[in-house]
């Protein structure tokens, strides 16, 4: 319907007065969706096992210093001071259970009397968040990488000065993470100071992973992928005793005879118009085992250097590309290629960590409360993937770069469409009532969810 510009436009200029007074009111009116969600897994007890062995003179108990350092990242909130920003919204509080927010000083003297025992359980737990939703599956892709948190501090313990490609010669941590494919959740955190090689305690930590699983009862077909960090006989022998499928990035520029193998290769088959291969069976002189090596090759575009007639000549030239993996699994050289390159999705994993849960911001100068920070970062990263597999069922099936079977919302996303809401909280006859503006979308969402979380439990 056609309307007049009188209608849609407004002579309103001047500038509102503007009054502070307290009512119940809530910017983080979606907040309720995630409050049934803790319900519904019993996150709140989850965190109080993790902290029962120690004795605390608080008020709120270290298990709720927790949740609201997890709540704290959902809403968005980066430094611990931001806290001050919120403290009154009537929403948070119920989420917590709390008629008042701790202080800031409150929350850092908490983190302070963490311990080692604390984060080895909340590593548990996070597994346990990620295992009730991998039991069922056919099969499991575990992707293993480390990712730089760096700090501008040069006092916070158990940093070190490292490989940084975006701050060279700033003190970091460097933990390895271990990502679920399927789900994109994070299974399991190994925390490292900066100046480790990426390798570093791999083996162990991905031999405590696959055991943990296992003993969970989980009986399908276990596969890892892994970058030429982690190329070594110990890894690749001990994934093929267990029957774990792997594949491996070969660094075969510091292989010699690898190295000179793929510069003499003639015959190449073809994939595409882009990748084409050579198969071999191949192992370093210091390995008593041969493995299948797919030496692979891709066609790119290079710009030519020199004068360039551009009338006469297009200014590129064509190159080749070379890369090499291991692998013990069946697959033909163009399925092993997609899967391989699926392990990318590990860095839009870490890329959603650290802009939305900020998992690259440090915020004391001690170790085990920065772990345990991280740990409450992957923790909120993880219950934003729960709810939205909890909403809707998979929408695909197992693909060749084992992509997650949901199609998921960044978080942030989630923030700004679900969480960040304005209401006001009242009691008509009695009832507890949170009203919000009448925008048909987000109420839709809204009861979408809630049906869901209902449905679950």
Not at 91 to 114: E, F, M, Q
Not at 399 to 420: E, G, N, P, Y
Not at 434 to 445: D, I, K, L, V
Request: aromatic share 8%; proline share 3%.
């Amino acid at each position: 319907m056609k309307v007049s510009k009188k209608a849609v436009r407004s002579r309103a200029t001047s500038i509102p007065e503007i009054r502070f007074e307290d009512q119940d009111l809530t910017s983080f009116g979606g907040l309720v969706v995630f409050q049934k969600l803790f319900e519904a897994i019993s996150l709140k007890d989850g965190l109080r096992r993790c902290v029962r062995h120690l004795r605390s003179s608080s008020s709120y108990g270290l298990g709720t210093i927790l949740l609201l350092l997890v709540t704290h990242l959902m809403l968005g909130w980066r430094r611990l001071r931001d806290l001050d920003y919120y403290r009154d919204d009537p929403i948070v509080k119920r989420t917590l259970g709390l008629s008042r927010l701790p202080d800031v000083s409150t929350v850092t003297r908490a983190l302070r009397s963490i311990d080692l025992g604390v984060v080895d359980r909340l590593r548990a737990l996070c597994r346990e968040l990620a295992l009730g939703w991998i039991m069922g599956l056919p099969r499991l892709t575990l992707d293993f990488d480390g990712t730089v948190l760096t700090t501008k501090s040069r006092t916070t313990e158990g940093t070190a000065v490292g490989y940084n490609r975006k701050a060279k010669g700033s003190r970091s941590y460097y933990p390895l993470m271990a990502t679920v494919a399927q789900t994109g959740q994070v299974f399991d955190v190994l925390h490292r100071h900066g100046a480790v090689h990426d390798s570093r305690g791999a083996l162990a930590f991905i031999e405590e992973c696959l055991e943990k699983v296992r003993a969970e009862g989980f009986c399908g077909r276990l596969e890892v992928r892994l970058d030429g960090a982690h190329f070594s006989d110990k890894t690749c022998h001990w994934l093929d005793d267990n029957g774990v499928e792997f594949s491996v990035s070969v660094p075969f520029e510091r292989l010699t005879e690898l190295r000179e193998r793929v510069r003499s290769q003639k015959r190449w088959k073809r994939i595409d118009e882009e990748w084409s291969y050579a198969e071999v069976t191949w192992k370093p002189k210091s390995w008593n085992r041969f493995h299948r090596c797919i030496l692979f090759r891709h066609r790119i575009k290079k710009p030519r250097k020199g004068p360039i007639q551009l009338d006469l000549f297009e200014p590129i030239e064509r190159a080749y590309e070379y890369k090499v993996v291991m692998t013990n699994k069946r697959l033909s050289a163009r399925a092993l290629l997609h899967y391989h390159n699926g392990r990318g999705a590990q860095e839009g994993v870490f890329a959603e960590l650290k802009t939305g849960m900020n998992l690259d911001y440090i915020p004391t100068r001690r170790l085990v409360p920065n772990q345990a920070y991280l740990l409450c970062a992957v923790i909120a990263h993880n219950l934003g993937r729960h709810l939205q597999m909890v909403a809707s069922p998979p929408s695909r099936g197992t693909t060749m770069r084992r992509a997650t079977l949901w199609v998921f919302d960044k978080f942030d996303s989630l923030r700004k469409r679900i969480i960040q809401r304005a209401a006001r909280l009242t009691r008509p006859h009695g009832t507890l009532t949170m009203t919000m503006s009448g925008n048909t979308a987000t109420e839709r969402e809204l009861r979408r969810l809630l049906s869901a979380l209902d449905r679950a439990a």
